[in-house]
């Protein structure tokens, strides 16, 4: 990736002065802004924000979907090629730190510091966590997106607690094991290449590992780790109750299996829900509920993925494109997004009851997030995600025994990192 200093500084922030208040039309409209999203909920959501935003302002904004293959590849090469066909980008908050680090983004710190009715305090620490690098903000959230324990209510009177829990559900709930089973396979996650580190996270958590201490030096291989791994992949290779092809499976895979009652039980993003409840959409529409991970020795951890915005270092209407991230994410914008399909992950929004009148399941998203757990923040993330997804996906194929391929994923992870400090 093309290494370029931030191209935004205290001179584009003051500039803020000039932009009109959020409900007052301005005598000359702030340039065009463009955001580029991935085609779906996102897109549709955002879209919403900006026709209000336009209403309110007469501040012109276009949102861009663009197709799901690869998106992280092509507004990559975009930011490193300094493209400014776009002024910002809708993604996960994971791939913040690498474009951080790279330059490719701009701060947010002047903008938010210049917009006190901004409200940070109504982000939760954990999704504030994760829209920053190195302590500076990079992302203004948009969705809160959990990957909590979806399951069949109809079914499972009680969710699973544990670890442990769950297992016992997926070995009732999988035909090959019980030929009474109304569903084929009784547990189901992301493991489609590159996604198993992020479906990993909650099970992790809870046993009390991590891939990095607190000083940086890898501890993919520590008795923890080891345990929860191999819980993990045995799950599928030893157990077998989960779909023999889970390798292939990601959110669209895994919201189908839901949907036609192919899976009881799934570690499923949040933003699915609104879908499992529409009877449009799903014909057991009524069937589905949403908890926090099961818990393990270390309690109960929830992977916590937020969606946001970055902006564009090469942008030139850095100005302009504030003026609707204010709006966009803020606590108006937030409320507008969230009806049209999303999931800000403002406490006022969560708490509004107009929103939870729709949406029962948000109590539990509130209850999972105070134990949200997230991703790497370091330069290397990426290089990190992309070496120990290698060896995991050998894992779940079947290829290394769980405790190989966390041995072989450390000795990478060292070579990747500096650990001159570390024992």
């Known amino acids: 990736m093309l290494n370029r200093r931030d191209l935004f500084g205290q001179a584009a922030a003051a500039t803020l002065l000039s932009a009109v208040p959020m409900g007052a039309r301005a005598a000359a409209p702030l340039p065009n802004v463009t955001i580029w999203v991935q085609s779906g909920p996102e897109a549709e959501a955002l879209s919403a924000v900006a026709a209000a935003y336009n209403k309110a302002t007469g501040n012109p904004v276009m949102v861009v979907p663009q197709g799901r293959a690869d998106w992280n590849q092509y507004y990559e090469t975009a930011l490193a090629a300094g493209s400014r066909d776009f002024d910002g980008v809708l993604h996960i908050s994971r791939f913040v730190p690498a474009l951080a680090a790279a330059g490719l983004i701009a701060r947010l710190d002047d903008f938010i510091a210049s917009t006190p009715d901004y409200d940070v305090a109504d982000i939760p620490d954990v999704v504030q966590n994760e829209m920053k690098y190195d302590k500076h903000w990079y992302m203004a959230p948009t969705d809160i997106t959990l990957e909590t324990l979806v399951y069949r209510k109809d079914l499972i009177t009680t969710p699973p607690k544990t670890w442990a829990d769950l297992r016992d559900n997926a070995l009732k709930f999988t035909k090959s094991l019980n030929s009474s089973s109304p569903t084929r396979y009784g547990y189901a996650y992301a493991a489609a290449p590159g996604t198993t580190m992020g479906s990993f996270l909650g099970i992790m958590g809870s046993y009390g590992a991590n891939f990095l201490d607190a000083n940086g030096c890898v501890t993919t291989d520590t008795p923890e780790m080891i345990a929860a791994w191999t819980f993990f992949i045995n799950l599928k290779n030893v157990d077998h109750v989960t779909p023999p092809?889970?390798?292939t499976w990601d959110y669209p895979e895994l919201l189908a299996g839901l949907q036609n009652g192919t899976v009881a039980q799934a570690s499923f993003f949040?933003?699915?829900?609104?879908?499992?409840?529409?009877?449009?959409?799903?014909?057991?529409c009524g069937d589905y509920a949403l908890v926090a991970q099961p818990a393990g020795p270390h309690g109960s951890k929830t992977r916590v993925n937020p969606l946001g915005i970055m902006m564009n270092a090469a942008s030139e209407n850095k100005p302009a494109t504030w003026a609707f991230l204010q709006f966009a994410t803020g606590k108006e914008g937030a409320i507008i997004y969230t009806k049209a399909g999303g999931q800000s992950p403002r406490l006022s929004v969560l708490g509004d009851t107009s929103i939870a009148a729709s949406r029962p399941w948000t109590p539990e998203i509130i209850k999972a997030s105070k134990n949200g757990i997230g991703t790497l923040r370091i330069a290397k993330s990426q290089e990190v995600g992309e070496a120990f997804n290698r060896y995991a996906d050998q894992a779940v194929a079947g290829q290394l025994s769980p405790e190989e391929s966390l041995k072989d994923?450390?000795?990478?992870?060292?070579?990747i990192l500096d650990q001159s400090g570390c024992k």
């Open 270 to 284: 949040s933003s699915g829900m609104p879908i499992l409840s529409d009877c449009s959409q799903t014909s057991r």
């Open 245 to 247: 092809d889970i390798n």
């Open 409 to 415: 994923a450390s000795a990478e992870l060292r070579h």
